[in-house]
């Protein structure tokens, strides 16, 4: 008898443990900022969507086509829409591939592709890359931007170094850092999805009345062919920053609600169709409106190239700040999910908010002490474009959908990745070669080996 009740009590023991683990993980989930709320509506994916991917990097488009020529830089634009287009949808289908269960995260979706391991070293290195990469590019973005905006409102001014306007910039986010979860920045991405199609039509508006130039050209202009090449690879590098939104579209179809009835992807997909014609809105006049009329002697940021009006010039350098706050934020979350998950789930501090407190602020410091070092690190994008946004955003969804899918061999959908797949190696390859010199040019601008 005594034998039986140890082992009725040892069956209702285990129970118990199983419940306890499931509910400190749901504790969890309900704190961490990418399951902590799950009712975002579709028109929420939509601005989150074109907040992350028409960032700043769309005023450079017009001198990425200057370095890639009217022929090459055409096709690239067309075809690095299309391909991102087809992955970015092929994320979407695999976030609830899996009945009962969803990946809510980049890594967890690499994981269950390749293994538990093998998948977190081969996504996060990755995305983390991506995201802190963009947050310190859009922390000199911003504070040039408001440079700029100093400059063009007070002329007789005396200059101010961009290391005080980036940390005006930077003092934004120590504040809408602590937002919690994606659903609390709605606004302040909607704010930024307006200001990015309002800064884009600025741009190509204002060169259609700026009127072609006069004795504008259209052939390259570096002074020797190598240096044409290493021009080339960085403009790659360019055009693939510019499709950055796959490092972050996991976790935003993670925030919209889903039942076996209406799964997530539906509401999903909707928001991606709307933020994609307004990529599209974005992208294509900008980078051909401005290159036409400029030619090969358009600036690296195509508001520089304009100049006037004064008043205009500076309500879209305004506009860029707002966009590049609302990009921070929403580059910033899974940054602040992935800290926040180890910091709880394996050094096993308590979820709080003071925890929070300090690694966001922590983050946010971060991120602008590299800025102020390294003022070029914009010019960085031709390396970071190809070294980690091409695998993440061009071909590794195409991998994945490989590795679990197992379609035919040359079947349609065995070919169309596969195309995607050796596309996005030769810009993976080639864009940080001519990223590199860039870097090294750039130092020298600035005198930083001095």
Not at 300 to 315: A, F, H
Request: proline share 6%; charged share 10%.
């Amino acid at each position: 008898m005594g034998t039986q009740v140890e082992q009725t009590d040892q069956k209702d023991y285990v129970p118990q443990i199983v419940y306890e683990q499931l509910r400190k993980q749901k504790e969890i989930d309900d704190w961490l900022p990418i399951t902590s709320s799950r009712n975002a509506k579709w028109w929420y994916a939509a601005f989150h969507n074109v907040t992350a991917m028409v960032g700043a990097g769309v005023l450079s488009l017009p001198y990425a086509m200057a370095n890639l020529g009217w022929g090459p830089g055409v096709v690239i634009l067309v075809l690095s829409w299309t391909i991102t287009f087809y992955t970015l949808w092929q994320m979407v289908e695999m976030h609830e591939m899996v009945p009962g269960k969803r990946f809510d995260r980049y890594h967890e979706l690499g994981q269950y592709a390749f293994g538990e391991k093998l998948g977190l070293y081969i996504v996060v290195p990755q995305q983390l890359i991506c995201e802190v990469g963009v947050d310190i590019v859009y922390m000199v973005t911003g504070g040039k931007s408001l440079q700029k905006v100093h400059d063009l409102v007070c002329k007789g001014c005396k200059p101010i170094k961009t290391t005080y306007f980036i940390m005006i910039f930077a003092s934004v986010h120590f504040v809408l850092a602590h937002l919690p979860n994606f659903n609390s920045i709605s606004g302040i991405s909607l704010a930024a999805a307006v200001m990015s199609l309002s800064y884009s039509t600025i741009a190509w508006a204002a060169s259609i009345h700026k009127g072609l130039q006069p004795n504008v050209e259209y052939g390259y202009t570096a002074p020797t062919p190598s240096d044409t090449v290493f021009g080339f690879f960085t403009a790659l590098g360019d055009v693939a920053f510019a499709y950055a939104g796959h490092n972050v579209v996991l976790e935003i179809q993670a925030t919209i609600p889903s039942t076996p009835e209406k799964p997530s992807k539906g509401p999903m997909w909707n928001g991606v169709i709307i933020a994609y014609i307004v990529v599209a809105l974005c992208y294509f006049p900008v980078a051909l409106v401005g290159y036409y009329m400029f030619g090969n002697g358009v600036e690296d940021n195509i508001l520089i190239s304009l100049q006037k009006p004064t008043w205009l010039i500076v309500m879209a350098n305004m506009f860029v700040v707002v966009h590049v706050i609302g990009s921070y934020q929403l580059y910033a979350m899974p940054v602040f999910d992935m800290l926040e998950t180890v910091l709880v789930t394996k050094l096993h501090f308590k979820p709080s908010t003071p925890l929070r407190f300090i690694i966001r602020n922590l983050y946010v410091a971060f991120t602008m002490f590299v800025a102020i070092t390294f003022p070029f690190f914009g010019g960085l994008l031709g390396f970071f474009g190809g070294f980690a946004f091409a695998p993440t955003t061009y071909f590794l969804p195409c991998i994945m959908w490989l590795a679990i899918y197992k379609p035919k061999k040359f079947s349609l959908s065995w070919c169309t990745n596969w195309i995607c797949i050796i596309l996005g190696l030769l810009l993976m390859i080639l864009s940080p070669i001519g990223g590199l010199k860039n870097i090294i040019d750039k130092a020298k601008e600035y005198n930083f080996y001095s």
